[in-house]
Nanobody, 115 residues
Framework: QVQLVESGGGLVQAGGSLRLSCAAS????????MGWYRQAPGKEREIVAV???????FYVDSVKGRFTISRDNAKNTVYLQMNSLKLEDTAIYYC?????????WGQGTQVTVSS
């Protein structure tokens, strides 16, 4: 059974940093795209960053230069380093691992940025 366990969320002041982790188990995910999404209160879930399994990354414009996605295939883990956090980064962050029709979501971790 596939499980994704996220960690690293919390409360941080604006300008601070957090590192999210998403550890997957149940199968090998080296050929899966690994991504982070977020959902703020009253808003739709949006993509934040993706690490493509063939190489390369994608970032939504609002986090470029501040967030960095990375992956460790040996550990089946994807990370999101978040620096220079802003109030508008407050949301529940979800990891997603996908390969074609197969997609797995984490349970979400809350990130709250305070002034």
């Amino acid at each position: 059974q596939v499980q994704l366990v996220e960690s690293g969320g919390g409360l941080v002041q604006a300008g601070g940093s957090l590192r999210l982790s998403c550890a997957a188990s149940g199968r090998t995910f080296s050929s899966y795209d690994m991504g982070w999404y977020r959902q703020a209160p009253g808003k739709e879930r949006e993509i934040v960053a993706v690490s493509w399994w063939r190489g390369g990354t994608f970032y939504v414009d609002s986090v470029k230069g501040r967030f960095t996605i990375s992956r460790d295939n040996a550990k089946n883990t994807v990370y999101l380093q978040m620096n220079s956090l802003k109030l508008e980064d407050t949301a529940i962050y979800y990891c997603k691992l996908s390969n074609g029709p197969n997609a797995y979501w984490g349970q979400g971790t809350q990130v709250t940025v305070s002034s």
